[in-house]
């Protein structure tokens, strides 16, 4: 969602935890007792161990690490922040949701938990839970665009379109160069007929990434509706070239285009290019190739 992972690891903060060189240290057993001195410093090692892990992308020993480091300190949120970001990153959603409600149970005003708690509430469809997540990130920290659009998303999902446009304008005011926020918005217009201002926000968005083939192909949808053909076909033809594997379908809607706008010699000439580049597209473009090859016959004089 929206490369969500990525902002997670950001918002992992093991500097708040005193660093030293990184040593892999054994454990005391779980039969033995430390002095706090003893029990501060098996913690540093714990993380500096479990730091370690996570530079060498091994997540399912670092997060052993930071379990251990929890049955040392059940009284610092950091900790079951990184166990919660450990299990997200595994795609272990409900552990990651547990350890982040610890997390925030310790430190309820900490705006980078709750969004942590509302991107794993999302990935286990619990929109409404997510939602109200986002919303109090958002309480805390006004200016999280990840959390505007994570809120536009789960929004969506709950068929509040109002709402989901409302948190993508707001995340685009904030962050005018996300080009996800304009393609959202871009969508979301299409979907209300307000085609020009759809286009507006879409050409923001190509603009921002032009190697997105989603935004060319919402671009020429835009036009189409708008009954631009030329400009319709001109965003689908860039779409197919920025995504090869789906340029053959996408060649059959440029067919289709000029079949309805009467180029029919084009139109076949594009449904042939479609099947040269996925031979499966045969029988589900045959009828359109077959009728346009007998218009053409038609518009033939007798000789």
């Known amino acids: 969602m ?8 950001q918002m992992f903060i093991l500097g708040s935890f005193i660093v030293t060189a990184p040593q892999i240290a054994q454990a005391h057993s779980s039969g033995q007792s430390l002095d706090s001195n003893a029990t501060n410093r098996e913690l540093n090692n714990l993380f500096n161990q479990g730091r370690q892990l996570i530079d060498e992308g091994n997540f399912s020993e670092a997060l052993l690490r930071y379990q251990h480091a929890m049955s040392l300190d059940r009284e610092n949120p950091q900790i079951f922040s990184a166990i919660g970001y450990l ?3 595994q795609s272990n959603f409900q552990e990651a949701v547990n350890a982040f409600q610890q997390a925030i149970a310790l430190n309820a005003n900490n705006a980078n938990f709750h969004y942590a708690l509302a991107y794993n509430l999302a990935n286990l469809n619990d929109n409404a839970g997510a939602a109200t997540a986002y919303r109090r990130t958002i309480e805390l920290d006004a200016n999280n665009v990840n959390a505007h659009l994570g ?3 789960v929004a969506l ?3 509040d379109a109002t709402g989901a446009l409302t948190a993508f304008q707001r995340a685009a005011t904030l962050a005018p160069n996300n080009a996800v926020a304009h393609r959202s918005i871009g969508i979301l217009l299409i979907q209300q007929g307000q085609f020009a201002e759809a286009i507006a926000a879409l050409q923001k968005a190509a603009e921002l990434d032009p190697q997105e083939s989603a935004i060319q192909l919402s671009l020429g949808i835009a036009w189409l509706n708008q009954g631009n053909a030329s400009a319709a076909i001109d965003a689908f033809e860039r779409a197919a070239s920025l995504e090869p594997e789906a340029s053959g379908m996408i060649h059959v809607q440029i067919g289709r285009i000029l079949q309805l706008e009467g180029n029919l010699e084009e139109a076949l000439r594009t449904y042939r ?3 040269r580049l996925q031979p499966n597209l045969i029988e589900p473009i045959w009828d359109h190739g077959r009728w346009v090859r007998m218009r053409q016959k038609c518009r033939t004089p007798a000789v």
């Open 2 to 9: 929206f490369k969500q992972c990525t902002v997670l690891a």
């Open 151 to 153: 809120l536009g998303v």
């Open 87 to 89: 299990n997200a990153v």
């Open 157 to 159: 999902r709950q068929q």
């Open 273 to 275: 290019e479609a099947v």
